[in-house]
């Protein structure tokens, strides 16, 4: 029974002993588990299934807990390393003593168990309050009430032990082998034996520099929000490696140049800190650049989720021009007559004025729409000859939608009273540039563009984020001769016919929903069989939304987007003050020896602040200036992201990224203010330790 | 001209704790002239080390005066003491004391850089140091690629290239093997007889045999005190020798 006890005891007294080491790095496993349970447990529970892009940001999460385990693994894996310097001392003791590395891997299996076990329990306990705190925070961020679950999450727990258990063996497994690897006398002079400084990997850094320019170069150059889209996580994955790439060797670098600079490096505030800087990059590296890659998304995900959410009414109101909005497509252009348009317009006037209420502010124009490549005034419809048409063409961001109106509609619209020629035509171009005399579609009509400068068709199609043409026509049927019969791959026409009519009422909101629903009724009133769908007026189709309605779906959706941009920006900065501190702690540490000797050679006090000041603020703050450079060149292809939702305000996107750095920074600031606090508490109290 | 004037030199520890007071220097009285190399022999618990810190102002004494050049150290203010020591004192210590961070030449740098000096001027000043001290060599490297004896002589280096009145070393031989430490040993003599004052603690009979003056301490106070005058190395060795078992005897007998 007493040797049973042995090994737990011997176990339990070293953490015990080690307190000011093992305290820092219990909290920080915990702080780890936490997080990672919070992301999983977001996830799992708190993304409605109903949520338009459930998909995305649950695959966004998914994203975000790997990034969390991986800083795990490699941050438990940075502390460890700086536990068993320490260590190691201890062990070496034992053995000498006539203790067995079988025996000494014994102890570190307790120990490594009871910082699991002390870390995992917190850590989920933690976790789980945090996570029930901050959806009670999410009802407040929604309009309105959604259905919420607030219970624990089973799974999250699991795949939590599973994540954390395996990490925890690699850590151990690690300290086994350091044990294994090295004799008594090494292992009592662990810690003392000089450590090697690192030399100047230039191949390394120039390759993150190049990873680094390589994906800026993706973000700047990206033109078309699709592209951005799948771009995206690639630019993201370089970044990061890019990130720690440079850090880890380019900053070493970096130090090693300014110091062959005499001038600068041989002054007394530079001196001792650059030289410990240059020492410890190697290690710190990765730390800075953990924090770098943390602060980056922290700033992306709460300025781009701030923005969709107070950006939200511009977005609604974007896309869905009017209160009521109706288009109805048809087959052919017979559908487009000015009877049928007349028809419909009257009927739903008509519905409007049973529900007492009358359009207003009407938006209703006829068009022919067809999307194609443009390039230099010519348009190819046939997607398969596209690449042949395309040499060296950014083809997603040259694919435009074009809308044939007829003039009488356009000169309605804007207010003018134009007339043209059969084979011209005015064209008003949008998310794009134009320049050229003529238009010509391939296999259809050449049309000479008719100069106007005046007042820009609305056009009231929201969901248009591609580039897009209006071309006015007298004489629809002539202007899409030839094209009119052409079919896609699948043997489908490529024409849609389509008639909008979208307007305001003065009705309340509920009242509009209810008319938008009993125009909807009316409209497929003759569709007595469901899946052939039958509409009035020879149409094929109908969309009619109302605005209202549609709100409350965009609440919905961002209002959950940035309360996951909330909680993980929360949890990210944890992560990093956790990071930041760990390193001060750390090393004050290590620094009180050096700087107990530098006291004694004659450093004052105020050098000491000096040389701190000076190295924590270049520590610091490197991490931030990459994060803003970062940020900065993120900032264009994340705009393009946004046109996938409909946000084309950079006023706004600008507001949110400049709030949120600005506040960052306020809190990194003090978060250093603090650190650089207790780091000079520990290097200056060793003179009394040591005199 | 007496450099450095020790007198009436009391020190009391009082426990954080309450508990017994602990008497470390009772009544040290001593002076040392300008180029003089005294060496401070004395056991363990003799107090030599609490006296060695009260002259490197890194310790203040409870009673009793230390004048360096005339200048009481007791005045200094606590924020201009680091500074003065860079300015007037030179360390050598037991374990070195060498920074890892730094290159070799750095770590001499150090004390100078401190100072505000110019790399040329510390380049200049390194240069006949370098040489007399035989570190050449090694000047680009880190200290772990370097063995104890050169670190001992780059700790050196760097107590003498600020040029200060008064070197003090503490054991600067324990640390090391009998090769490097009569190496160090012969270089204290060689910059001695170049002009320096050094103050050397030490219980090491060889390594006091190289001094010209040794003071021996017991129970906080200087005991006795022996010259070379003109004898050898090897004469005065067996002299301090004699002493040491007389004081033990004696000690016993008290």
């Known amino acids: 029974m007493k040797a049973l006890l042995f090994y737990p005891k011997l176990a339990l007294d070293g953490v015990r002993k080690n307190k000011r080491m093992y305290l820092p790095y219990i909290l920080t496993c915990t702080g780890m588990v936490m997080m990672f349970y919070i992301i999983m447990y977001i996830g799992i529970c708190s993304v409605p299934d109903s949520m338009m892009g459930a998909e995305s940001v649950r695959s966004m999460l998914a994203l975000g807990s790997a990034v969390i385990a991986v800083f795990a693994c490699i941050f438990l894996f940075y502390t460890n390393s700086f536990l068993m310097r320490r260590r190691k001392k201890e062990f070496g003791l034992y053995n000498i003593l006539g203790m067995g590395k079988r025996s000494i891997a014994r102890i570190l299996c307790f120990e490594t168990l009871i910082v699991a076990l002390i870390s995992l329990s917190m850590g989920l306990i933690l976790g789980i309050s945090f996570s029930k705190l901050a959806e009670l925070g999410f009802v407040n961020i929604m309009n309105e009430d959604v259905s919420f679950d607030l219970s624990v999450s089973l799974p999250a727990i699991l795949r939590t032990l599973e994540v954390f258990g395996v990490i925890f063996l690699l850590l151990l497994l690690n300290s086994i082998r350091q044990v294994r690897f090295a004799s008594a006398m090494q292992l009592l002079h662990g810690e003392n034996t000089g450590e090697k400084p690192p030399r100047a990997n230039w191949l390394l850094g120039i390759l993150g520099a190049l990873i680094l320019g390589g994906a800026y170069y993706i973000a700047v150059t990206i033109k078309d929000p699709i592209t951005a889209l799948a771009w995206f996580f690639v630019a993201v994955l370089m970044v990061i490696a890019g990130t720690y790439l440079l850090m880890i060797s380019g900053s070493v670098l970096f130090c090693r140049l300014l110091q062959k600079k005499k001038g600068y490096y041989y002054k007394p505030s530079h001196f001792v800190s650059l030289s410990s800087m240059a020492f410890r990059m190697k290690r710190n590296g990765a730390g800075l650049a953990s924090i770098c890659i943390l602060a980056t998304m922290v700033l992306v995900m709460i300025s781009s989720t701030a923005c969709l959410y107070f950006g939200e009414e511009n977005a609604v109101n974007q896309r869905y021009p009017r209160d009521i909005n109706i288009t109805f497509r048809f087959g052919d252009l017979k559908g487009l007559s000015d009877q049928t348009s007349k028809a419909i317009k009257r009927d739903i006037d008509n519905m409007t004025a049973d529900a007492e209420a009358e359009p207003s502010n009407i938006l209703s124009y006829r068009s022919v729409a067809v999307s194609g490549l443009l390039i230099d005034g010519k348009v190819e419809l046939d997607a398969s000859k596209i690449s042949s048409v395309a040499h060296g063409v950014d083809v997603m961001a040259n694919v435009f939608q074009f809308l044939f109106v007829p003039l009488s509609d356009f000169n309605a619209n804007v207010g003018e009273d134009i007339s043209l020629e059969k084979d011209e035509a005015i064209i008003c171009v949008y998310r794009h540039e134009f320049e050229g005399d003529t238009l010509s579609f391939n296999g259809g009509r050449t049309f000479r563009i008719k100069k106007y400068e005046a007042k820009k068709f609305e056009h009231g199609e929201g969901y248009i984020i591609s580039p897009c043409m209006v071309i006015a026509v007298p004489d629809l049927e002539y202007a899409i001769y030839g094209i009119a019969d052409m079919r896609d791959s699948l043997g489908e026409g490529m024409l849609q016919y389509r008639l909008m009519y979208d307007f305001d009422t003065s009705l309340e909101a509920k009242e509009e929903i209810a008319l938008c629903r009993s125009i909807n009724e009316k409209i497929y009133s003759s569709s007595t069989h469901a899946g052939e769908m039958e509409i009035n007026y020879g149409a094929y189709y109908s969309s009619i939304s109302s605005r209202e309605e549609n709100r409350q779906d965009f609440y919905g959706m961002f209002g959950t987007l940035f309360y996951i941009g909330i909680i993980l920006s929360i949890v990210f900065t944890l992560a990093a003050v956790l990071i930041i501190y760990y390193k001060q702690l750390s090393e004050g540490y290590e620094d009180e020896a050096r700087f107990s000797i530098m006291q004694k050679v004659g450093m004052t006090k105020k050098d000491i602040k000096k040389s701190i000041n000076s190295q924590l603020l270049t520590v610091f703050f490197l991490p931030l200036l990459l994060a803003a450079s970062h940020l900065a060149f993120a900032f264009p292809i994340i705009r393009k992201l946004l046109l996938l939702f409909g946000f084309e305000s950079v006023t706004l996107f600008a507001a949110t990224t400049g709030i949120s750095l600005i506040v960052f920074a306020l809190f990194y600031a003090a978060v250093y203010k603090l650190t650089a606090g207790a780091y000079y508490k520990i290097v200056s109290d060793a003179k009394e330790q040591n005199a | ?254």
């Open chain 2, 1 to 254: 001209m007496a450099i450095l004037k020790v007198t009436g030199l009391k020190k009391t520890y009082v426990p954080r704790f309450g508990g017994n007071r602990t008497e470390a220097l009772k009544n040290v009285n001593f002076s040392v002239e300008k180029g003089e190399f005294v060496a401070i022999m004395g056991e363990s618990g003799s107090g030599k080390t609490t006296l060695l810190n009260i002259l490197a102002a890194l310790d203040r004494p409870t009673k009793g005066s230390v004048l360096l050049d005339g200048f009481d150290l007791s005045e200094i203010k606590e924020a201009e003491i680091a500074a003065y020591r860079r300015k007037n004192l030179g360390f050598v210590f037991q374990e070195f004391n060498i920074l890892d961070t730094f290159t070799i030449e750095d770590n001499i740098y150090l004390p100078l850089v401190l100072a505000g000096k110019s790399h040329d001027q510390m380049h200049k000043a390194l240069i006949p140091i370098a040489k007399e001290l035989g570190i050449e060599e090694i000047l680009k490297k880190y200290p772990y690629e370097v063995s104890g004896g050169q670190k001992q002589r780059a700790a050196v280096a760097r107590a003498i290239i600020t040029n200060p009145k008064l070197i003090l070393a503490d054991e600067p031989t324990g640390a090391l093997d009998s090769r490097s430490a009569d190496d160090i040993l012969r270089i204290f003599s060689s910059i001695n007889k170049l002009g320096h004052t050094i103050i050397m603690v030490t219980h090491s009979v060889k390594a006091a045999s190289f001094a010209g003056r040794v003071l021996f301490i017991k129970d906080g106070e200087v005991f006795h005190q022996l010259y070379r005058g003109e004898d050898t190395n090897e004469q005065f060795y067996q002299k301090i020798s004699d002493t040491l078992t007389l004081l033990l005897s004696g000690g016993e007998a008290r």
